[in-house]
């Protein structure tokens, strides 16, 4: 109410939050954010092989990420089309950047929020599209959506879900881990 607000993305996702005490102001957990802090993790048990327990990923993909519709999405369609992926396709990077692009015009058609925000992805992410290659062969330079795609592969590989490989030519390869 006081416009005192914290930002990222353990505010985003709803594990903190800004509370008031006698006119001073603490970031403190909400009872999402304890709920999640009471899960094992093998790196605060010493376990480096991988980031997260199965029982926080499950947290994550079932509680955390649906909160933001748009993030759900992709992950959603990330993991879909990582599924029909065969062992020497190439090009996963393309269909996913494609997949994404469709995915934001879907979300925008059908969003009812805030219309800043709408024109903010309209202008900012679905207008920029995505990059071809020019005549000499090259990628244009990143644009948003495709930054989303990367961004959005690197949380499902830090989850385990996906496995991310860098193939010949710096190409991405994704496959599915175990039952994502």
Known sequence: KTGEHVE???AALGLITVKEVEKEHYITM???GKEFYKRPNPVLEGDYTHAFSDDEVKF?????????E???RLCK?????????????????EKLNNAFKEEFEEFVKSY??????KERLERDFIELGISVKTTDGKKEKETPIEACRVATMGRL??????????GPNTSSEYTIVGEA
């Open 30 to 32: 909400t009872e999402l």
């Open 70 to 72: 748009l993030e759900d």
């Open 112 to 117: 009812e929020g805030d219309p800043n925000h």
């Open 8 to 10: 990222g993305a353990l």
């Open 77 to 93: 369609k990330a993991l879909e089309i990582v599924r029909t992926f065969g062992e020497d396709e190439t090009n996963n990077s």
């Open 157 to 166: 590989s830090e989850l385990g879900l996906i496995k991310w490989k860098i």
């Open 60 to 68: 994550i993909t079932e509680k955390l990420i649906p909160q933001r």
